[in-house]
């Protein structure tokens, strides 16, 4: 079994039930959907998918494509590339990007490491997604602040 953790930087999807995980030293293969891996690594951190995903959306109350922390203490937080519902959806690492730009109709992730991932996606909705991983983390530390 797989867990995500500091170094992993994308969840890609291969297909149905095939991901490539890319993390700061190795790339590798694994046989499962990148939302089962999601999941996997919020029960061994002990939540679960949903709910994970209920909290994001109680802090940001909003409800579609909803960034996950994955991990509290160190608040791994991961967006999805698009609804994870989709076989296609892939996961980003917010904490490992160092920035990202268009390219033509594709946008290019590089990460803090050095690392770089062209995807077949938009910039607007990865900078969507960033924007609101980043509220996710803000506004989850302000409250973690106040206990």
């Known amino acids: ?32 959907s990148t939302t089962k891996i999601i ?3 919020c029960k061994y951190f002990g939540s679960s998918y949903l709910g994970r995903v209920e909290g994001s959306k109680n802090i ?16 791994i937080i991961f967006f999805p590339t698009s609804s994870p519902r989709l076989d296609k959806c892939s996961w ?18 590089k990460f803090n490491c050095g690392k770089q991932i062209k995807l077949d996606i938009s910039y607007g909705i990865i900078d969507n997604q960033v924007l609101r991983s980043t509220r996710l983390e803000m506004l989850f530390k302000k409250r973690k602040k106040n206990i």
């Open 60 to 75: 940001l109350n909003t409800s579609q494509k909803l960034p996950v922390i994955i991990e509290e203490s160190r608040c």
């Open 1 to 32: 079994m797989y867990e995500v953790n500091i170094n992993t930087l994308a969840i890609l999807s291969c297909g149905k039930e095939k991901s490539r995980i890319i993390e700061k030293e190795r790339d590798f293969i694994i046989n499962k």
């Open 92 to 109: 980003i690492s917010l904490n490992n990007i160092s920035k990202y730009h268009k390219n033509i109709d594709k946008t290019t992730i």
């Open 39 to 41: 999941d996997d690594s």
